[in-house]
Nanobody, 126 residues
Framework: QVQLVESGGGLVQAGGSLRLSCAASGRTFTSYHMGWFRQAPGKEREFVAAISWSGDNTYYADSVKGRFTISRDNAKNTVYLQMNSLKPEDTAVYYC???????????????????WGQGTQVTVSS
């Protein structure tokens, strides 16, 4: 069973950047696609980005396309989310999650992911 730990959140001004990391335990990291989601207060959890097990394919929500970049280092069992040009509406708790590698990365529903980290807070001030 894989376990996930996110880090890298914090407070940043609008227009700034942050890089989130998600470290996974276990020896089957390359069996999984990885996703990032976020949840703002009073809102449902929403899809942000996903990356295939190999790292060859990525997919983004329209709201972050061109500003965020997802990547992974399978040697380090870690997935990253580089966030540039941050906006106040990006403020949320950010979660990473795993999805079995035989499923599509284009399914954006949280129910398609089976293991979640504890989340890291990102706050963007205006």
């Amino acid at each position: 069973q894989v376990q996930l730990v996110e880090s890298g959140g914090g407070l940043v001004q609008a227009g700034g950047s942050l890089r989130l990391s998600c470290a996974a335990s276990g020896r089957t990291f390359t069996s999984y696609h990885m996703g990032w989601f976020r949840q703002a207060p009073g809102k449902e959890r929403e899809f942000v980005a996903a990356i295939s097990w190999s790292g060859d394919n990525t997919y983004y929500a329209d709201s972050v396309k061109g500003r965020f970049t997802i990547s992974r280092d399978n040697a380090k069992n870690t997935v990253y989310l580089q966030m540039n040009s941050l906006k106040p509406e990006d403020t949320a708790v950010y979660y990473c999650a795993v999805r079995q590698g035989y499923y599509s990365i284009y399914d954006t529903l949280p129910s398609g992911y089976h293991t979640w980290g504890q989340g890291t807070q990102v706050t963007v001030s205006s």
